[in-house]
């Protein structure tokens, strides 16, 4: 088998309200798909959110990007994906999301192709479901509380709660009473997306020492390890690192300057889901706790990838995020299945998603490539 065409398709997707985090607020997704086709028609399919504070990637940057590595893909066979990601790190240097997009395309191909499922090409199965964090981030205290009480009443067990917003006593008074509604039993987090000061991130982890948090994600800047470890050494609440981890390589440069106890994992920020896969074993060996996320407004594709990822990674303490269900309209026929705050693993061919062409052809928009003023 070979593959015969690898095309980008960039996409705008509805959400069905606003999410606001510091410095971001998603109105409308905007990601790109890649579609690839190989010699017997066969069509595998991967995306990636455009996500210009994180990878510092758009859907434009992407969409060259993909453009620009389709010949050392076009022509290959799509089994050998180890042989692919060295083609396209050779081809061109960073731009994870645009590889991400890219393998995990292959990786569906290849199962559709060999009736496996993304799962039994990246190792062997460690769970059968895994437990959703359900994103509190509307950016209003009484419309969050509501969302906590509404996600608790539908089963969800797991929590992340948006700050970073407003100061850090407000934030901390908004998790405390969101602490309240949710309970215990359940595993809540408060991400505030590198948006605090090193004064306001101390403040913070202060203001909700009781409140029941089990882990603060990314609370200063993503390159401000010292800052990391100052405020990890400040407070016994688990300190995260998302914004912050872009390799292998950054995740022992937390572990070593003691600047987080775990890690948010996303495909964008790897370059993929064996890469995703090998952070996540890395992870274990550190004793470092993973969350594996998908980037606000990601579709059935990229979280169906995501919870194939999770069906192999040997620990996963801090849930998966997918973000799907935030999307007033996905690409797939019959999006990802989330019942009672759990997502159960498919053993389908592929993904085990159907991509409807009609679907992706409504939300599909012009990238401008080239203009000169
Ligand atoms: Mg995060």
Known sequence: MKV????????????????????????????????????????????????????????????????????????????????????????????????????????????????????????????????????????????????????????YTAFKIKVGIDAAEADAARTRAICRVLGDEMLISADANQGFSMEAALAFVRAVADAGLDFVEQPVAGHDLAGMAAVAAATTIAIGADEGIHGIDDIRRHHEHKAAHGVSLKAIKLGGLRAVVAAGRLCDRLGMDVNLSCKTGESSISCAAALHAAAVLPGLAWGLTLTCQALASDVARHPVPIRRGHAEVSDGPGLGIEVDEALVQRHRIAVALRSVA
Do not use: Q
């Not at 994180?54 to 050392?72: K, N, Q, Y």
């Open 4 to 155: 015969v065409k690898l095309e980008p398709i960039a996409v705008s997707l509805p959400m069905r309200k606003p999410v606001i985090m510091a410095g971001e607020e998603v109105r409308r997704a905007d990601n790109v798909l890649v579609r690839v086709t190989a010699d017997d028609g066969t069509v595998g399919w991967g995306e990636a959110a455009s996500a210009p504070t994180m990878t510092g990637e758009t859907i434009e940057s992407m969409t060259a990007a993909i453009l620009h590595l389709a010949p050392v893909i076009e022509g290959r066979d799509p089994g050998d994906i180890e042989g692919a990601l060295v083609a396209l790190d050779g081809r061109m240097y960073a731009n994870t999301g645009a590889k991400a997009a890219v393998e995990i395309a292959l990786h569906d191909l290849v199962g559709r192709a060999t009736g496996r499922p993304v799962h039994a090409l990246l190792g062997d199965k460690t769970r059968e479901r895994a437990a959703l964090l359900g994103v509190i981030g509307g950016g209003d205290r009484d419309g969050d509380l509501a969302d906590a009480a509404r996600k608790k009443a539908d089963g």
